[in-house]
């Protein structure tokens, strides 16, 4: 360990803890559900609300604030002297899933609103510093109400036209610009330039850590993700005298297909996850035989050949389910994201903070899809989970024990305020001594 460790200041470990209790009780508050979680869509009114909070917190803590064409929300908090200074992001997303729980995504708004909060105070004490700091909310990472998911990192990184995002479309048919509008958060602002580095905390979402009794982990890898969108079509009928030989039902075939992608895991143990997790009905009545059916389609993998090779035969067994139920088959989208390694010299930082911070941190995988996957080979780019409590999520009951919460901050804490004294250079920061 370069850097030197030391023990944090208790009264300001209080604090902290104690600040970021409040703010995500306060993001909890929009789209909160009876069952203690959150049901706050892309874009809905209780994403506006979360969304006037952040723009609050950025304000309060002596940052300015820029919406983009696409919604995403920047804090910045000018840190270094003068104007056109490195920057240092760090952020998650607001939006969420359909009864979902209260951190996904919001605690790594929430720790990026704090550390601003800490930098901006630091600098007023007369720290100084070389990069400046910006903290982001990105817009319809979920891909719940929109898809696809990672929609506004990857429109700020080019990956998408701003024109075509806004033109997504959810389904009740309503586009993502409109929505926007709607809420007052169609932007018109300069994004940011590219930041130096972009860091990323987020829950685990599942249970390695809390297996492990780490409370800190350091993601070296992602594992690769195949989407599809398949649309079977058939003959809509009546399900009473049309004749059981003629049918040509759309959903039976989703039903093949369904059960085909779920056996096709069993094939490789702990190696392949599947799943189909959305499924459109159409007409969707009791008595009509359905005429077209949607489904979403998802693959995962760690190593890239089986993901290769699961792709292959999902295909296949798409086209095998479309034929026994005698309907049509079409691929309407498809998206492939590789397994890849995330920067040596972050994850090394992360690591180095975590020890700093009285940690010692886990190198281990992301299976789900993060913003901070989207910076790949564009800048350094880092991700710190945090244990989640038996490993629930996407789900109400999600929850992270104060203590690992807190814990997180501080390391996020620590890396950003040494990133933003070495002008956002990962490899620089990794040995300087801890603030
Ligand atoms: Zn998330």
Redesign the pocket.
Known sequence: MRSKSSTPDAGQASTDRAGLQDLLARFSACGATPGGGVTRLCASSADGAARDLFGQEVRAAGGTLRIDAVGNQFGLFALAEGEGAPLVMMG??LDSQVLAGRL??TYGVAVALRVGDGLMRARRAGKRFAADFCAVNWTN??GARFRPSLLGSATYLGGHEAADALGVRDDDGMSLGDALAAIGYRGSDPAPPRPACYLEA?VEQGTVLEEAGRPIGVVGRNWGATKIEAVFTGAQAHTGPGRMERRRDALLAAAYAIAEIRAMAEGWPGLLHTSVGRIQVAPNSANVVAGRVEISVELRSNEDAILAEAGTRADALLRAAADRAGTDLTIAGRSERPSRALPEAVCRLLADSAASTGHEALRMDTV?G?DALSFLGICPTGLVFVPSIAGITHNEAEATAPDDLAAGLAVMRDAAERLCRCGGDPAAACGEASP
Request: hydrophobic share 10%; no cysteine.
């Open positions: 998650s997303h996904d995504g990472e979920e987020h789900a993060h």
